[in-house]
């Protein structure tokens, strides 16, 4: 059975966004240096066994055009499309869309931290995505520069993973909350670890429509300048089990 326990953010006027329940858990973050792939970067390791202490809600899917314009009351994406996820969106923005989303629903709203984003994309998996570890099967599973066409994509078309996740590889890069730092891995703390120490970018992950199949694997990571637009991102939210009653 794909996925757990669910929760339903109600915006308003009939507009949802559908959570699910990713509990407490250790896995191994980051990938090998055998890892079969050219985009992989010594970002990406030192392997390690991380323990996420507290379950949380994570989007079944990417923050959709919808969503965002009826809680902030813009659209700055490039492909339209009610379904189709968000994009030009700046860190600053995504974090904005979280504060407001949170007051409206009186639940601590977030972007999610990368341990607790590549936690839920592997679901459980060791592999480079979460469904294996060949390229040629990506395409069941999300948009990415060999068969998106150029463009984004309706939310949600593609396969799930094993929690139940829609888009976690390719479609749009999604916002995590941690500032990026390229010797993260090496120094940070092996439970519920978040780099809060300021640098220059946050982080980005899950690959996207335009780029090949090694950037959308579930360990590649990289930062980009936390106010800027230009590098299309979206973004999908996190609830922490528990906040703002039950």
């Not at 509990?23 to 090998?32: C, H, I, R």
């Not at 055998?34 to 390690?48: C, F, H, I, L, V």
């Not at 202490?53 to 490039?78: I, R, W």
């Not at 690959?207 to 990571?221: D, I, L, N």
């Amino acid at each position: 059975r794909k996925g757990g326990k669910t929760m339903m953010l109600t915006l308003g006027k009939g507009v949802k966004m559908k959570l699910v329940r990713i509990p407490a858990g250790k896995f191994v973050m980051g990938s090998p240096k055998t890892e079969a792939s050219r985009s992989r970067r010594d970002d990406e390791g030192p392997q390690r066994q991380v323990t996420i202490s507290k379950a949380f809600y994570m989007g079944v899917t990417e923050v959709t055009q919808l969503q965002y314009q009826f809680v902030t009351g813009k659209n700055p994406s490039k492909f339209t499309g009610p379904r189709n996820p968000v994009e030009q969106v700046s860190w600053d923005d995504a974090t904005a869309f979280c504060t407001v989303l949170s007051k409206k629903t009186r639940r601590a709203v977030r972007l999610p931290t990368e341990a607790q984003w590549e936690y839920a994309c592997r679901a459980g998996t060791k592999t480079r995505f979460s469904f294996g570890k060949e390229d040629k099967d990506l395409a069941a599973y999300g948009w990415y520069k060999a068969n998106s066409g150029g463009k984004t994509h309706p939310v949600g078309q593609k396969k799930p993973n094993a929690a139940g996740l829609y888009d976690m590889h390719g479609n749009v890069w999604e916002w995590c909350r941690d500032w990026y730092d390229k010797d993260f891995y090496a120094n940070a703390k092996n439970v519920d670890p978040e780099n809060t120490t300021a640098g220059s970018a946050r982080v980005l992950r899950g690959g996207s429509w335009y780029g090949g199949p090694g950037y959308c694997r579930a360990a590649f990571r990289r930062g980009f300048t936390a106010g800027d637009r230009r590098f299309n991102g979206g973004f999908r939210v996190v609830v922490v089990s528990g906040s703002g009653g039950k």
